[in-house]
């Protein structure tokens, strides 16, 4: 039988303490960073192997963390994730991943769920479908460290970060006015959610700045977000009935984007008849058919910030109290050029 190498070796072999040893590995702040570098290529070179069971059970801690999103193959989502693990593996920590489909009773399953399996703390991205945040303020008021990113809840105290919802639908709206769209409709995700409720505002404000007036039948929430493809089908037919129908439209999420160039196709709806400009992060944008403008969040980003604000959570040796909540810009995008690196495609 091999015999496993124990931290105890690590120390002897480099003279140092178990205990710092130890703390080199779980990269203490206490350890300087010329020690980590001497364990850590030292325990690399021997192909050592932590004991996460043993180390998550003397420090009460599963260096775990629990995620809950909307669903892996939204891109908006997929790309959050590769920020969220890209900060997470380099910290230690290990990343546990759930799919809500926007359904509020999924959502509160996956997060009683993680929270059993202890996990250190949670990131989490509300469903579209919940109305009701008890299952998520009782397990804070419990102490458990929650941060949220993209659809958040401004009710809990605690860390947040989202885009600029604000801006990315308030340019997407303008791209349309200055292609000459002044019938502009808005195909919203559920009501209560935050992103919700800024992209709305956004659409608002550019419809203001060009006197255009705002029509709210011209406006129509999904409040499943998406999930049931014959949502959005229902939303086209109702435009299409309208006296006045609309000449463009701004949709305000991913998802939606995506169902709703699939339902125009559906209608045999003449892509020349009508403007679109909406959110999307997918890789293949510019080969949809038919192109659109889009806004681009800075989803990687998103992942990573969240991330650390987590893990500062998790680690912290005393209460915190003071939160923060950061905005990141969003990029917008015409017939595939940067909106915000050439200004002058607003002009």
Request: glycine fraction near 14%; charged fraction near 20%.
């Given at each position: 039988m091999i015999k496993s190498v124990t931290l105890k070796d690590i120390a002897t072999a480099l003279g140092l303490s178990a205990s710092t040893v130890s703390r080199a590995l779980r990269d203490g702040y206490e350890i300087s960073e010329e020690t980590k570098q001497k364990v850590n290529d030292y325990a690399k070179k021997i192909n050592y192997n932590c004991n996460l069971v043993a180390l998550s059970l003397k420090n009460r801690r599963s260096y775990s963390i629990g995620v809950v999103l909307c669903e892996v193959s939204n891109n908006f989502f997929?790309?959050?994730?590769?920020?969220?693990?890209?900060?997470?593996?380099?910290?230690?920590?290990?990343v546990i991943i759930s799919q809500s489909h926007d359904s509020y009773e999924r959502e509160v399953m996956n997060v009683n769920h993680l929270a059993n399996r202890s996990v250190d703390g949670l990131l989490i991205s509300m469903a579209a479908e919940t109305t009701d945040f008890s299952h998520i303020t009782d397990l804070h008021k419990k102490g458990l460290p929650i941060v949220f990113f993209d659809r958040i809840i401004d009710e809990i105290e605690t860390h947040k970060v989202t885009s600029n919802n604000f801006q990315g639908s308030f340019q997407a709206t303008e791209l349309l006015i200055k292609s000459g769209k002044t019938r502009i409709a808005h195909l919203a995700n559920a009501p209560q959610l935050s992103i919700t409720k800024e992209r709305l505002s956004g659409y608002k404000a550019a419809l203001e700045k060009y006197n255009i007036k705002f029509n709210p039948?011209?406006?129509?929430?999904?409040?499943?977000?998406g999930r049931l493809q014959h949502e959005i089908e229902d939303v086209v037919k109702a435009f299409l009935q309208m006296e006045n129908k609309p000449d463009a439209v701004f949709v305000a999420s991913d998802r939606l984007s995506i169902c709703f160039l699939t339902a125009i196709k559906n209608f045999n709806i003449d892509p020349?008849?009508?403007?679109?400009?909406?959110?999307?992060?997918?890789d293949v944008i510019d080969l949809m058919q038919p192109s659109f403008s889009y806004v681009r969040q800075p989803a990687f980003e998103m992942g990573q910030v969240a991330t650390q604000m987590l893990i500062e959570l998790i680690e912290s040796k005393h209460p915190v109290t003071e939160f923060e909540k950061r905005v990141l810009d969003t990029e917008t995008f015409l017939n595939n050029s940067n909106v915000i690196n050439d200004p002058q495609i607003l002009l």
């Open positions: 997929s790309q959050t994730i590769n920020g969220i693990e890209s900060i997470a593996y380099e910290k230690g920590y290990n039948d011209y406006v129509k929430h999904c409040h499943h977000g020349r008849d009508i403007g679109i400009a909406g959110f999307s992060n997918s």
